[in-house]
């Protein structure tokens, strides 16, 4: 068949299924529009496999191939895990993700929860060495916020409950974005989450260390030991994400280098997003909870452990039922 | 096969295959499940850097904005600002990207967009995973590991794309349906391989766009084959051309 034969003759074809996918692309196809759009779109990439073994102008081939990829693009799509599986993500499948990445998770809990034990009982013992990793002017700052007399708690001491919003916002920024840092850089080997683990472990330590030993022991803990539940685990979380990367490209195994890392990101993206709702959970109980003075500190402390304990109980146990929810 | 902790995907992944033939050009092609080849054009470093710079111009326009409207509210609005700060930060692109078909009005702009390796529209985890990778991109100044990167690639990705699974293409825009010049239509004086049926066409469609000296010089070529002197070849050429493409 000639060329133009074969264009006059599926012309309005190409027409409607462009119609079509202008629709699509907008958003507005209704149920009657999209009606046989996978006959239309094989019967288009047939046309285009014949026009190219028929070796007809180059013209007409890059008309059909546009449409295909437009086609294609409506066609078919990755399922994306944030999207309708959230739920079923949040109650099985983000623990059940944790459990199976042990490894990374335990490595970087090590390094974060044991720098910062180690510097905190350290500078406990021999108060002098926070200075060696924290200016005083901070450590000023630091002292300021966490004094008993202080009416209410946190990064800005005094403050009203329209602060509380600020607050909130703040948090937000400031530990997501820690989160994300400490994971991203994974992708250095894993050297810089390692590093943010350790720098990040080392600083709370040292700050708790500092505070415990003036005195300031109650305010601070009662302040910290609710958030801290999400915060700090979800810290170590996106750590262990980042370790992850940096073992894709350390120790690729069989795969192509750049092939690992693409299948290691997948699995580690998923876990920062268990990370950024758990930093969301944390930065609500900061503001709204950890900062208030009215409850007692021994309500606190109490409240506390029951957050760590329900945060460790749903890493280590939820989504272990053979029919859980997916 | 037994299911393990890393389960294959449900499509067995459709890999790019690089022709020999296509050594000059940075097409890539993707061969889809009814058997053809998808070709997409990866974007290169400056169209990308002209994109980024855009959108890094609209998103600090929109935090200049908001903070003095929001700094009116008090402390109330300054809070409403830092979370929108962390949006604009962290999310601006990932939501362009995802809600409008891989473009940021950046990239929008420059005509280009972000598809995964296989050529479907870019996904939340693909997405979120390219742009917090950025942040390593970025280091250690000026995107140096990025550019470096993608300065390498043969399809041009920085790191965050590598890791994804993404690509930065362009969209086509299709040029005008060409006209071919006016010759009367004849057989070729031998049989023609596909490869040459499409020269000779894509002689016809573009010579429009060639002064009328290349197109002599090209034709030339062809004049011995084709049996005629060089100042007719070019006229047998568009004839051949029409023949090839029928009566219209």
Same mark, same amino acid.
């Given at each position: 068949m000639k060329q133009s034969l074969f264009e006059s003759r599926h012309q309005a074809d190409w027409q409607a299924f462009a119609g079509q996918l202008d629709a699509l692309e907008r958003g507005k196809a209704d149920r009657q529009q999209c009606k046989g759009f996978a006959a239309n779109y094989r019967r288009l990439c047939q046309q285009l496999a014949l026009a190219q073994a028929r070796g007809y102008s180059n013209h007409l081939v890059e008309q059909l191939q546009q449409l295909v990829l437009r086609g294609h693009q409506q066609f078919y799509r990755h399922r994306s895990p944030l999207g309708a599986q959230l739920i079923g993500f949040l109650l099985a499948g983000f623990p059940r993700l944790v459990r199976a990445e042990w490894r990374c998770v335990l490595i970087a809990s090590l390094v974060f929860f044991g720098s910062l034990l180690t510097m905190g009982v350290l500078v406990y013992l021999f108060p002098e060495l926070i200075y060696s990793l924290v200016d005083p002017e901070q450590v000023a700052s630091m002292e300021q916020m966490y @004094?008993? @007399?202080?009416r209410r708690l946190g990064r800005f001491g005094e403050r009203h409950s329209a602060d509380d919003w600020l607050m909130f916002g703040f948090y937000i920024m400031n530990n997501i974005g820690i989160a994300f840092q400490t994971f991203a850089s994974g992708l250095l080997l894993g050297l810089g989450s390692l590093f943010f683990l350790l720098f990040n472990g080392l600083m709370i330590g040292a700050v708790a260390g500092h505070l415990s030993q003036i005195g300031y022991g109650e305010t601070f803990w009662s302040f910290v030991i609710g958030h801290g539940a999400f915060e700090l685990t979800a810290i170590a979380l996106a750590g262990g994400a980042g370790l992850k990367l940096g073992w894709a490209l350390l120790a690729p195994g069989r795969l192509p280098r750049s092939e690992a890392l693409r299948l290691a990101a997948g699995r580690s993206v998923r876990l920062v997003g268990g990370v950024i709702v758990f930093l969301l959970l944390a930065a609500f109980i900061e503001a709204y909870w950890s900062s208030m003075t009215f409850a007692a500190p021994t309500v606190k402390y109490a409240v506390g452990a029951g957050l760590w304990l329900l945060v460790l109980s749903y890493l280590l146990l939820a989504g272990r039922g053979a029919h859980a929810l997916d | 096969m037994p299911h393990s902790a890393t389960s294959p995907p449900p499509r067995a992944p459709r890999r790019p295959v690089r022709r020999p033939?296509? *050594? *000059?050009d940075t097409r890539y092609q993707v061969e889809t499940p009814e058997g053809i080849d998808l070709l997409l054009r990866p974007a290169g470093l400056v169209s990308r850097a002209l994109a980024f710079s855009i959108d890094l111009l609209i998103r600090g326009l929109l935090l200049l904005v908001t903070y003095v409207v929001l700094g009116l509210l008090g402390k109330f609005g300054m809070g409403l600002a830092t979370i929108l700060l962390f949006l604009v930060t962290w999310w601006y692109m990932v939501l362009f990207e995802v809600l409008n078909q891989g473009r940021s009005p950046g990239k929008q702009m420059l005509g280009l967009r972000v598809v995964h390796d296989d050529g479907t529209p870019v996904g939340w985890a693909a997405s979120l995973t390219r742009n917090l990778l950025r942040f390593v991109d970025i280091l250690p100044f000026g995107y140096t590991l990025g550019i470096l990167s993608c300065l390498n690639h043969p399809a041009f990705k920085r790191l965050g794309d590598i890791a994804a699974g993404t690509l930065v293409v362009y969209r086509d825009t299709l040029p005008a349906q060409p006209s071919l010049p006016q010759a009367e239509p004849l057989v070729a004086p031998f049989a023609l391989d596909l490869a040459e049926q499409r020269a000779l066409l894509g002689f016809a469609e573009r010579g429009a766009s060639l002064s009328a000296e290349r197109r002599a010089e090209l034709a030339a070529i062809l004049a011995e084959p084709l049996q005629v002197p060089h100042e007719q070849a070019e006229q047998r050429i568009n004839g051949i051309a029409r023949g090839l493409l029928g009566p219209t």
């Amino acid at each position: 068949m000639k060329q133009s034969l074969f264009e006059s003759r599926h012309q309005a074809d190409w027409q409607a299924f462009a119609g079509q996918l202008d629709a699509l692309e907008r958003g507005k196809a209704d149920r009657q529009q999209c009606k046989g759009f996978a006959a239309n779109y094989r019967r288009l990439c047939q046309q285009l496999a014949l026009a190219q073994a028929r070796g007809y102008s180059n013209h007409l081939v890059e008309q059909l191939q546009q449409l295909v990829l437009r086609g294609h693009q409506q066609f078919y799509r990755h399922r994306s895990p944030l999207g309708a599986q959230l739920i079923g993500f949040l109650l099985a499948g983000f623990p059940r993700l944790v459990r199976a990445e042990w490894r990374c998770v335990l490595i970087a809990s090590l390094v974060f929860f044991g720098s910062l034990l180690t510097m905190g009982v350290l500078v406990y013992l021999f108060p002098e060495l926070i200075y060696s990793l924290v200016d005083p002017e901070q450590v000023a700052s630091m002292e300021q916020m966490y @004094d008993p @007399d202080a009416r209410r708690l946190g990064r800005f001491g005094e403050r009203h409950s329209a602060d509380d919003w600020l607050m909130f916002g703040f948090y937000i920024m400031n530990n997501i974005g820690i989160a994300f840092q400490t994971f991203a850089s994974g992708l250095l080997l894993g050297l810089g989450s390692l590093f943010f683990l350790l720098f990040n472990g080392l600083m709370i330590g040292a700050v708790a260390g500092h505070l415990s030993q003036i005195g300031y022991g109650e305010t601070f803990w009662s302040f910290v030991i609710g958030h801290g539940a999400f915060e700090l685990t979800a810290i170590a979380l996106a750590g262990g994400a980042g370790l992850k990367l940096g073992w894709a490209l350390l120790a690729p195994g069989r795969l192509p280098r750049s092939e690992a890392l693409r299948l290691a990101a997948g699995r580690s993206v998923r876990l920062v997003g268990g990370v950024i709702v758990f930093l969301l959970l944390a930065a609500f109980i900061e503001a709204y909870w950890s900062s208030m003075t009215f409850a007692a500190p021994t309500v606190k402390y109490a409240v506390g452990a029951g957050l760590w304990l329900l945060v460790l109980s749903y890493l280590l146990l939820a989504g272990r039922g053979a029919h859980a929810l997916d | 096969m037994p299911h393990s902790a890393t389960s294959p995907p449900p499509r067995a992944p459709r890999r790019p295959v690089r022709r020999p033939t296509a *050594l *000059l050009d940075t097409r890539y092609q993707v061969e889809t499940p009814e058997g053809i080849d998808l070709l997409l054009r990866p974007a290169g470093l400056v169209s990308r850097a002209l994109a980024f710079s855009i959108d890094l111009l609209i998103r600090g326009l929109l935090l200049l904005v908001t903070y003095v409207v929001l700094g009116l509210l008090g402390k109330f609005g300054m809070g409403l600002a830092t979370i929108l700060l962390f949006l604009v930060t962290w999310w601006y692109m990932v939501l362009f990207e995802v809600l409008n078909q891989g473009r940021s009005p950046g990239k929008q702009m420059l005509g280009l967009r972000v598809v995964h390796d296989d050529g479907t529209p870019v996904g939340w985890a693909a997405s979120l995973t390219r742009n917090l990778l950025r942040f390593v991109d970025i280091l250690p100044f000026g995107y140096t590991l990025g550019i470096l990167s993608c300065l390498n690639h043969p399809a041009f990705k920085r790191l965050g794309d590598i890791a994804a699974g993404t690509l930065v293409v362009y969209r086509d825009t299709l040029p005008a349906q060409p006209s071919l010049p006016q010759a009367e239509p004849l057989v070729a004086p031998f049989a023609l391989d596909l490869a040459e049926q499409r020269a000779l066409l894509g002689f016809a469609e573009r010579g429009a766009s060639l002064s009328a000296e290349r197109r002599a010089e090209l034709a030339a070529i062809l004049a011995e084959p084709l049996q005629v002197p060089h100042e007719q070849a070019e006229q047998r050429i568009n004839g051949i051309a029409r023949g090839l493409l029928g009566p219209t």
